[in-house]
């Protein structure tokens, strides 16, 4: 395993489609992240699992953003009717939970939408 | 007033030279601080984390956290303008992790 990968890297959609983004963190890490980031800022926390449990997900997400850990391994985060504005950097991150200094977390390459 | 601060840049320096970048930080309780080196167009990689007061040495980065000042720095000596890029400071509480907008570095040959 060599580390936090995403599918796919590039996703080019029209406004008003569904999409769907996969992600398979690091084999033995049960904390798994979803994050937006924007040209010019870092990366904007959506969601968080521990296991396949979703923990917490951001009030600047809307219902048309949903994710799912299913069994506790890969994560699906899908945006439903897609807006221009959703145009971004969609980035997977995972660790595991903090034991000692164990809480380093690992990003994937990332999944470039743009809605046209 | 932003959870996570840093100075957006760019920075400038010479080959050979010290950077030093700087972040604060809001929340109190913030556990574990994190450095990010990111390329454009690229995802953030993680270069660095400290989480107890002073000084941690790798290489050619050192993180310096001051707790009681809410700060944490990066130093990069000897810098390449292979260390050009966007550094992201990111703050850890309970499980989440905050990011500032990060700071431009522009290591000039």
């Known amino acids: 395993d060599t580390g936090v990968s995403q599918d796919p890297r590039h996703k080019i959609t029209k406004r008003g489609q569904n999409v769907t983004f996969r992600c398979d963190p690091i084999s033995e890490h049960n904390r798994l992240y979803w994050y937006r980031q924007t040209l010019g800022q870092g990366p904007e926390f959506l969601t968080y699992?521990?296991?396949?449990?979703?923990?917490?997900k951001s009030r600047l997400l809307s219902d048309r953003f949903s994710a799912e850990r299913p069994k506790g391994s890969f994560s699906t985060l899908e945006i439903q009717r897609t807006e221009q504005g959703d145009s971004a950097m969609y980035l997977c991150?995972?660790?595991?939970?903090?034991?000692?200094?164990?809480?380093?977390?690992?990003f994937g390459p990332g999944t470039r939408l743009t809605v046209l | 007033q932003k959870e996570v601060e840093q100075n957006s840049g760019p920075l400038s320096v010479p080959e050979g030279a010290i950077a030093s970048l700087n972040c604060t930080y809001s929340?109190?309780?913030?556990?574990?601080f994190f450095w990010y080196r990111q390329y454009s167009g690229k995802s953030p990689e993680l270069i660095m984390f400290?989480?107890?007061?002073g000084d941690k040495e790798d290489g050619r980065f050192t993180a310096q956290l001051n707790k009681a000042s809410q700060y944490v720095s990066l130093l990069i000596r000897d810098s390449q303008p292979s260390d050009s890029a966007t550094y992201l400071c990111?703050?850890?509480?309970?499980?989440?992790?905050?990011f500032g907008t990060g700071t431009r570095l522009k290591v000039l040959a």
């Open positions: 929340d109190r309780g913030s556990q574990s």
């Open positions: 400290i989480y107890s007061n």
């Open positions: 699992f521990q296991n396949e449990a979703q923990l917490e």
């Open positions: 990111a703050v850890r509480g309970t499980y989440k992790y905050i």
């Open positions: 991150a995972s660790s595991l939970a903090p034991s000692g200094s164990n809480n380093e977390q690992f």
